[in-house]
């Protein structure tokens, strides 16, 4: 089995997701977010206030180093499809899935306040779903709709999962 890579709007549950598939694998889980802060020194909000492409270039040097281990999950943070490099390292990496969660949904359960592309209002999470979509579909290997019930996703993941090896 190669590495399972979930990319997706923030707030569709690559991290919760991702955890709990992992989990089920008996599989390290690496969420790019936090191995981009560690590797930083700083936080996500810190960085974005030094500007996205800053951050971006960071994540980008993330997504390089997760993409050299073998058999794990990565959640990606959800703007890691702008850039086209960190596609290609993750196309290389791994099996991606593009977990597709309604918008309305996301954004009745996401506190937007606390992500830095989303702190604007909701709008923005319709607007991130409308340029990001294409980009999404576009490089998953595997696109996996999302309900309320996160469980449900990850054993279903975990079912593709165990039907390939």
């Known amino acids: 089995m190669d590495n399972l890579i979930f ?25 790019a977010d936090i191995v981009t802060e560690r590797l930083a020194g700083e936080t996500i909000p810190h960085m974005f206030e030094k500007g996205e492409a800053y951050f971006r270039i960071r994540e980008t040097e993330a997504i390089r180093q997760l993409c050299q281990k073998n058999r794990c999950v990565i959640s990606c943070g959800g703007g890691v499809v702008t850039r086209k490099e960190n596609m290609a390292l993750l196309k290389k990496a791994g099996t991606i899935f ?59 993941i975990v079912e593709i999962c165990n039907k390939r090896t």
């Open 7 to 31: 990319i997706g709007l923030p707030g569709c549950g690559k991290s919760t997701i991702g955890a709990m598939v992992a989990k089920a694998l008996a599989l390290p889980f690496y969420d």
């Open 98 to 156: 593009f977990l597709d969660r309604d918008v309305e949904a996301i954004i009745a359960s996401v506190d937007t306040s606390t992500r830095p592309l989303l702190e604007e209002d909701a709008e923005k999470v319709r607007d991130l779903d409308q340029k990001r979509r294409p980009l999404y579909e576009g490089y998953a290997d595997v696109k996996i709709p999302v309900g309320s019930a996160f469980k449900k996703t990850a054993a279903f």
